[in-house]
């Protein structure tokens, strides 16, 4: 089998996701739907311009976002390339149990300025739109 016929699944919740502004590194991927994690998360905006899980033992919630199929091609050319220095490869724990690849914030990025816990916003697609002057 070659390596662009190897699928990882790799759940997305920030700009990846559709409509969002780096959704164009998943372009040919299989979008298996939208999911949640496991309540093990907090979820954070760095800077307003991306979000970032990070895994908690207490205090967690479900975070929501999409789950596609990539090759390792796809994940090494196009999506890794995109993500910003605060964030990195990890594994993570969906609702159902199961586990998924996913871009996760490093530790030394919690202190940093303009870092905001957006735990309980509903998602970046929700924080991103209260973020939107209501007329």
Known sequence: MKENELKLRMFVNGQAMSGGSTNFALEG??????????????????????????????????????????????????LLPSEPGELELTVIELEDGSGSLSMCLIESAISL?????????????????SLQPKL
């Open 29 to 78: 991927a299989t979008f298996l739907g939208k999911v949640k994690t496991a309540a093990n998360y907090r979820f954070y905006s760095v800077r307003d311009e991306f979000p970032g899980l990070f895994p908690v033992r207490d205090g967690g919630a479900k975070i929501p976002g999409e789950l596609y199929d990539v090759s390792y091609a796809q994940l090494r050319d196009r």
């Open 113 to 129: 300025p303009a870092v905001v816990d957006i735990t309980v916003s509903g998602g970046w697609l929700a924080y991103c739109e």
